[in-house]
């Protein structure tokens, strides 16, 4: 047995040089990439080839590496837990393959006018209590334009909740100048305006805007200083070149966003993308890993389709990096997990609720000490 044993070993044992290139065949690039993420932090010039080389490095290996980028960029604990209400529903003039919310399609979803104050304001009370210190608001609008009133309200809706000590975002399709320096001014920490997909596939999913209609608000709210919150869905048809060409056009923007979401689609009946077959986790986690690596300080959200996936499958993705949710048992019209779930899971994986940030976006229109005691209460 003993003699067995010693040929077994020096059967392994390589000369130097086959044992170095036997090492180099085993380091990923998503290894090489990461530690230089690490060693250099964050840069702008990605090529597509190299994070299509991250993509598709080996899953375990994709996974490891992108916890070791995410351990030293964050607190790996912390994930910010966001809220996002459907303030004005329904009869979208676009025509976004997935989307429930255009007229286009019959889904069964009724237009609806812009919520009063008083139920966007319990809303945003009880997202609060209940643990979320981010609160988004989407209106189901192609753009603000010639909606001055309805504008106006959300300046005020924007104001009230930042007064209550919550992070503020809004989702109101495209923008001009004038009106990110208006939310900015208000208060707003976030404007959301999703890519969707790559440059090359996006004409496949929306023809009621452009792609560079879409960079151009993207452009409007990083120049109007809110951060920028913007990602895509996967599961829409595309191949794994326009999830990377996503993230590299994320990953070349003149700053990274603040807060990246993956989504995954969740398929409507009477949508042309009723019939998409569902996502599977390992897709997530490629996605959620990648997005990691390359732009090692935002926030990567783990967002629409989270509902599908089993807590030891959303572990996996905390794991490679994501540390934003959504939480409440909507995302506009769809479903998604609730807050009872949510808590059993942040306390089964030891999850810690992060708190609201506010250091980058203190309008001047808050007392900084009114600013300092709402973010104490909620911690």
Not at 158 to 167: A, C, F, H, N, Q
């Amino acid at each position: 047995m003993m003699w067995i044993t010693r040929s077994i070993r020096r059967s392994l044992m390589l000369p130097h040089s086959h044992a170095a290139s036997y090492s180099t065949a085993l380091t990923s690039v998503a290894a090489v990439e990461a530690e230089r993420s690490i060693r250099e932090g964050p840069r702008n010039d990605w090529s597509r080839p190299e994070i299509k080389s991250i993509y598709d490095s080996p899953v375990l290996d994709l996974l490891f590496h992108a916890a070791q980028v995410h351990r030293h960029a964050h607190n790996f604990r912390e994930v910010q837990q966001c809220t996002l209400l459907s303030i004005k529903t329904g009869g979208c003039s676009e025509d976004c393959s997935y989307c429930p919310q255009s007229s286009r399609y019959n889904t069964g979803l009724k237009a609806q006018k812009l919520m009063n104050s008083d139920a966007v304001l319990e809303a945003a009370k009880k997202a609060k209590e209940a643990g979320s210190t981010r609160f988004c608001m989407g209106a189901a609008w192609r753009d603000t334009i010639g909606r001055k009133t309805n504008f106006n309200q959300i300046l005020e809706y924007v104001k009230e909740i930042r007064g209550m000590g919550m992070e503020v975002c809004c989702t109101l399709g495209m923008l001009e100048k004038q009106q990110a320096l208006e939310l900015k001014k208000a208060g707003l920490t976030a404007y959301n305006h999703n890519l969707d997909t790559s440059r090359e596939y996006y004409p496949n999913i929306i023809t009621t805007r452009t792609y560079d209609e879409r960079l151009q608000t993207l452009e409007h709210v990083r120049e109007a200083g809110i951060n920028v919150c913007s990602g895509g869905i996967i599961g829409l048809g595309e191949a794994e070149e326009d999830r990377v060409g996503l993230l590299h056009t994320l990953a070349t923007l003149p700053t990274h966003p603040e807060s990246v979401p993956i989504n995954a689609l969740l398929a409507v009946k009477g949508t042309p993308l009723e019939d998409q077959k569902p996502v599977e986790i390992w897709e997530m986690i490629r996605m959620i890993a990648t997005a990691r690596i390359i732009m090692p300080k935002a926030m990567v959200r783990l967002s629409a389709g989270r509902v599908r996936f089993s807590i030891p499958e959303q572990a996996l993705c905390f794991l490679a990096g994501a540390n934003s949710i959504f939480t409440g048992e909507k995302l506009l019209t769809t479903p998604n997990n609730d807050y009872d779930a949510d808590q059993y899971m942040f306390k089964l994986l030891g999850l810690i609720p992060k708190a609201p940030d506010f250091s980058q976006n203190s309008g001047k229109d808050f007392e900084s000490e009114n600013i300092e005691v709402a973010a104490s209460s909620s911690g």
